[in-house]
Structure formats: C-alpha cells, structure tokens
C-alpha cells in the first residue's frame, strides 16, 4: 500500500475568546491569512464567515473558549485551518448541531451549520458538561483524502511563539515524524526549534536513530533541543522509536496504552552517545501519541468515549485542551497507525 504524502501544519496564533470583539480579531486575521496563502476569493469570504462564526459560537454558549489559527500545505493545495475548543457546555448530538437552522439553548450548536456548509473539512468531539474541540479547514484547492498525522502547540503564556515543534516526511515511502522541545521558551527557543525541524526535514533518508545522529551532529550550534523520532511501517503492523531527552511517548491501543522508551541527551549534546531504537508492534485501532512536558501523561484515552474515531487535530487538541499546562510551552503529536497506510 502506498503512503499519502503528509499535511505539513504552521501553527500561528493562539486567542482566547474574552468578548464579542475577538471574532473580528481571528476572523480579519484568517483572512489575511488566506490572501497570503493565495486561496481564491470566494474560498476568503468563506473562511471569514467560518472564523466568525466559530469564535461567536465560543463566546455566547461556551467556556474558557480559545481559537487557534494555522496554515496548512499538502503537495497538491494549501488551506487554512481553525481549532476552537472549549471545557462545557458541551452537545449531545454534534451531527445535529451542524445542521443549518438547528438550535439548542445552553449548547455550541448555534452557528454551526454555517461551519459545516461553508468549511471544506469540519470534525468535532463533544461530551455535554466537558467541553468541546472543533477543527474546520478551507482549503483553496484539492483537499487531501486523509490525514495521517496532526499536532498542535501552544506557547506558555505570555509569549506569541512556541519552542515546541513537530515535523513529518515520507522516508522510502514510511511515514515518520519528529517532535522536539527546545531548551528555554520565546523568540530563541522557536529559533533553535525551526532550525532543528529544519534539519530533520533535510535528513537523509534513515531510521530514527539514524535521523538523531545526524541532529546531534548538524545541530551541534544551536541552544539544544530534546527529540523524538518514530517511524510506522507502511503495513501498519509496527513503529520504531528513537528519543534524546524527555518527549514522552504512547502506544495507545484497545487495550490500553504502552510507553515507548527515552533515553538521556538532547540534539545539540557535544557529549557522543550511542542512540538505540526501540520497536513496538501495532494493530488495528493503535494510535502514537507524542508530547512535550508542557503536557502531563495524566491522561487515559479510554475516558473520552469515541474520540479515537475523530480526525488527529482533534484528539490533539482534545489532549492539550485537558492535559496541557500554561507555565510551559505545549506541544502534541498523535498519528493514527491507520492513517499511516
């Protein structure tokens, strides 16, 4: 089976939804967004009416509301993409609250069936009195048919950009990703941290540990940065896993989840070491979850019944929304093994 080419992600702007005034915000934002990524101009006035319409809906039924905006890039179009999330009121029925005209008192339906019909790509997970996490895509082009892997991060607070970081490439037609957390936070954390993504980027085409090596030997002039590096085998029957530093690893399945192995050091460490791998076999439902110490492992997939079955941004941001901490940048990374094929 051939391997899609994966949806590279800029994660730009995070906003909490404090008063009516932040859907003009996020909404004169995405559109430039949109201008610059060149998307058609009626792909703009609709991705307006998508931003506003979400944030609205997070400001009149929802609570502790943010918004993120990103850029999205496949090898055929580029988008943009919105994710609102929210701790309660929560919907029972998401499918019946995207449904034009539909509206219950007390809940985020309002609104989103304006999303639903406008958006090119629109996912969602609710539970009524938790909150909810919404992803909706306009995209000026071909839209991709699935996405493999989906991460987000977030800044500590105070600060715009995030040290935190992730990256993906197909490696002799396997998927493999890369989650990094750079040493410190700000403007020189997010440097080192796009340097490093860089790097990985322009790899050659190894394993994982293979990949860290080479970090550790090209990236020996940055601030340093922790790393880790799995790759899926394109039959979906396993990952291999290589790590420097504290990125925390999950091999979620059915029947509970695995950590993966991490092992001392981080990418720019003058002091040599020998970097091993670790492999771990996979099965149907298996998911790989990635995250920084700016997000707690104390989290059980198992309490969110059905969210495995939602697209990757979502379960992401469902896990950062609950799990992630604001005195530390954030960042998560979660690949569905399926999606990998």
């Known amino acids: 089976m051939t391997v899609s080419p994966p949806v590279h992600a800029e994660d730009l702007d995070w906003w909490p939804v404090i008063d009516e005034g932040t859907a003009g915000t996020v909404r004169r934002a995405a559109t430039n967004l949109g201008q610059e990524l060149v998307l058609p101009p009626e792909r703009v006035a609709e991705l307006a009416i998508v931003a506003a319409e979400l944030v609205s ?11 993120h905006l990103r850029a999205l890039r496949s090898s055929e179009s580029v988008g943009v993409e919105l994710v609102g999330m929210d701790t309660g009121p929560g919907m029972a029925d998401v499918a019946a609250s995207a449904r034009d005209g539909y509206s219950t008192a007390g809940t985020l339906g309002i609104g989103l069936g304006a999303i639903a019909r406008l958006a090119t790509s629109v996912d969602a997970y609710s539970r009524v009195g938790a909150g909810t ?11 991709p048919e699935a996405v493999a892997a989906a991460g987000l991060v977030r800044p500590i607070g105070g600060e715009r950009v995030s040290g935190d970081g992730y990256g993906l490439r197909l490696v002799d037609g396997r998927l493999q990703v890369m989650l990094c957390d750079a040493l410190g936070h700000g403007q020189l954390a997010h440097a080192t941290t796009q ?3 860089g790097l990985f980027r322009d790899a050659p085409p190894l394993r994982p540990a293979g990949v860290l090596d080479h ?4 990236g020996a002039h940055t601030r340093g940065a922790v790393a880790a590096v799995v790759d899926f085998e394109p039959d979906g029957t ?7 530093g504290n990125i925390a690893g999950w ?7 695995r950590g993966i192995t991490a092992q001392p050091g981080f990418v720019g460490d003058r002091q040599k070491r020998t970097i091993r791998e670790y492999a771990y076999p996979t099965g149907h ?13 104390k989290w059980d997939l198992s309490s969110y019944p059905g969210l495995l079955s939602r697209s990757p941004v979502v379960v992401a941001g469902t896990l950062l929304r609950d799990a992630g901490v604001r005195r530390d940048d954030a960042g998560v990374l979660v690949v569905p093994v399926s999606g990998a094929v």
Not at 57 to 67: D, I, R, S
Not at 285 to 297: M, P, S
């Open 133 to 143: 996490v919404i992803a909706a895509a306009v995209w000026g082009g071909r839209a």
């Open 238 to 244: 396993g990952v291999t896993c290589a790590s420097l």
């Open 285 to 297: 439902g298996t998911v790989v979850v990635l995250h920084t110490d700016g997000v707690t492992d």
């Open 57 to 67: 809906n997070l400001h009149k039924h929802a609570t502790e509301g943010m918004v």
């Open 251 to 257: 091999v979620v399945g059915p029947s509970g989840r």
């Open 195 to 197: 340097t490093v993504l």
């Open 215 to 218: 970090l550790q030997r090209t």
